[in-house]
């Protein structure tokens, strides 16, 4: 199983950018999904998770500007954030809870860099 995460870059205050995860391999269903970030000099932190019938937890710092959704069909969770700042600026990590017909497993992607700059 592996994710695949797309869709980083650089951007302006102010501007957008929508991250995408792709799941694929022997995957027999896929619980939880979510997205993470890491600042430099920084631990990992929650930016937010979605479940598979679509509930929402957003961390405080990112609520009201960053909108989590996944496509079951695809393996795919996304993250839209809009009205980026400076603070955003990391690297972007997607993970999920998939089940592989044997056993759950908590699986990461291999990260995303969003710099937020002008």
């Known amino acids: 199983v592996q994710l695949q995460a797309s869709g980083g870059g650089l951007v302006q205050p102010g501007g957008s950018l929508r991250l995408s995860c792709a799941a694929s391999g022997s995957i027999f269903s896929i619980d939880g999904m979510g997205w993470y970030r890491q600042a430099p000099g920084k631990q990992r932190e929650l930016v937010a998770t979605?479940?598979?019938?679509?509930?929402?937890n957003y961390s405080d710092s990112v609520k009201g500007r960053f909108t989590i959704s996944r496509d079951n069909a695809k393996n795919t969770v996304y993250l839209q954030m809009n009205s980026l700042k400076a603070e955003d600026t990391a690297v972007y990590y997607c993970?999920?809870?998939?089940?592989?017909?044997?056993?759950?497993?908590?699986?990461w992607g291999q990260g995303t860099l969003v710099t937020v700059s002008s």
């Open positions: 993970n999920a809870d998939i089940y592989n017909l044997y056993s759950w497993n908590q699986y």
């Open positions: 979605i479940t598979r019938g679509g509930g929402t």
